[in-house]
């Protein structure tokens, strides 16, 4: 086993890396929402894009974690890297030759989804390898920092950069933040855990990729968490999609990057909160409690979309998110035996998310066939909600949001009265150590 002062060092080569390859994705993906709003005029054209963006990825997760726990977990990084950094060069050829159709938008953002899924298995269970357990929750919020810190980067810097070269100038940055992030793996070696879980008899590649549902399904308190994400996701999903049109809708795109940067800074500062703090003692009433926070942010956009409406309820979301999520991935890390963690996380991953794409999917219609033409002056929900929203343009994406808003109240709610999920860090032992 590596020295804790060598595996510390590979754990902060990893992940600078992937911060490096995070930012240039984010300009690629800030390059790609402001292409599609500005050429389509859709919410559904841009929450179609989304869907392609996540939908493969999570399918693809049982998979993805089986390949984790098989291989080298250095080379499953790799092959992820590589294959998503080659989708983001095919995207850079073609907006330079003028050949960059909505279709192909689509088709690359599923390749790269699809190769990005292979990364978190194997990233997060090399986290547990390692980092200390009694620190794996300042770790996940490490890594949160550095998504944050390309959430505060690239709007501001795809802004400028939109104007000064174009879509074509973020993706070639994107494709050398890919290059980069391999450099960093190369560089490092990560030992192989040794088996700690009960011998399993030989399977096939498929029923092993579903090993980690049985896994969790045999664990109540593991499986109402799980559950408990499974909503709150769906829930989230309707407010993820739906900023982007709502801003550009009202404002610019110069105004988009300032609620994405907004977003960003909010993020750093819930992660460093996380960082320092490590989060509760018990880490459920973490999770729980931080989601009737986002709820709350959500709630906010029963007041006119202001500016500082806007902004004060993308920072409320994002603020509490690295907290909710950094006590989460602890008690996940904590429970979950070592050598089974690829698959484990992977199959959590996939069932958590889902609803992700299904609230992309509901949310473009709604928006634009429902709640938006409804909210109009004389839509056929104005008699209604007109007085508590206003009518014109972004009240029916504020009805959603305040929906969703009171919906996440619902799922804290139910979640907290679940024995199983309130006592899961009591009722179930921690992994042996490798």
């Not at 980690?212 to 399904?217: A, L, N, Q, V």
């Not at 003692?281 to 729980?288: A, D, E, T």
């Not at 609803?355 to 056929?380: E, I, Q, T």
């Not at 804290?412 to 009265?417: E, F, K, R, V, Y």
């Amino acid at each position: 086993m590596a020295k804790p002062f060598d595996a510390m060092k590979t754990f902060f080569t990893i992940w600078f890396g992937q911060v490096i390859s995070s930012l240039g994705s984010g300009l690629t993906n800030f390059g790609i929402t402001v292409w599609v709003l500005k050429t389509t005029g859709s919410t559904t054209a841009f929450a179609t894009a989304m869907i392609f963006a996540t939908l493969p990825g999570i399918l693809l997760s049982p998979i993805a974690g089986t390949l984790a726990d098989r291989w080298d977990r250095r080379t499953a990084m790799i092959v992820s890297d590589f294959g998503a950094g080659l989708s983001s060069l095919v995207l850079a050829l073609l907006v330079m030759t003028g050949n960059l159709h909505l279709w192909g938008i689509y088709a690359l953002m599923g390749v790269s989804s699809a190769f990005n899924t292979l990364s978190w298995p194997a990233f997060t269970a090399s986290t547990s390898i390692l980092v200390p357990k009694e620190h794996l929750g300042r770790a996940s919020g490490l890594v949160q920092a550095g998504e944050a810190a390309s959430m505060i980067v690239t709007p501001a810097l795809g802004a400028f950069l939109l104007v000064k070269g174009g879509l074509q100038a973020l993706v070639i940055i994107d494709v050398v933040s890919f290059a980069l992030a391999i450099g960093a793996l190369l560089l490092i070696r990560i030992s192989k855990p040794a088996p700690t879980s009960e011998p399993q008899p030989q399977q096939s590649f498929f029923r092993e990729a579903f090993y980690g549902w049985r896994y969790i399904k045999a664990r109540p308190g593991l499986f109402g968490l799980m559950a408990f994400f499974f909503l709150v996701n769906f829930v989230a999903g309707f407010a993820n999609v739906l900023y982007g049109p709502l801003t550009l809708a009202l404002y610019d795109e110069q105004f988009l990057g300032v609620v994405g940067s907004t977003i960003g800074i909010a993020m750093l500062v819930g992660t460093i909160i996380m960082g320092v703090w490590g989060g509760p003692k018990k880490k459920v009433y973490g999770i729980i409690g931080f989601s009737l926070a986002i709820g709350f942010g959500l709630l906010i956009m029963i007041l006119p979309a202001t500016r500082p409406t806007l902004l004060a309820s993308a920072a409320l979301m994002m603020v509490f998110t690295p907290i909710m999520n950094g006590c989460s991935q602890a008690i996940w890390q904590r429970k979950v035996a070592l050598d089974v963690q690829g698959r484990v996380f992977a199959i959590r991953r996939m069932i958590a998310w889902f609803p992700a794409p299904l609230s992309f999917a509901l949310a473009g219609p709604l928006a634009d066939r429902v709640f938006g033409p409804g909210l109009m002056p004389k839509g056929n929900l104005a008699p209604a909600l007109g007085p508590i929203f206003g009518t014109g343009e972004g009240a029916g994406v504020r009805v959603m949001m305040v929906c969703a808003g009171l919906l996440m109240f619902v799922v804290a709610g139910a979640s907290l009265l679940n024995p199983r999920v309130r006592n899961v860090e009591q009722e179930l032992p921690d992994a042996k150590e490798d």
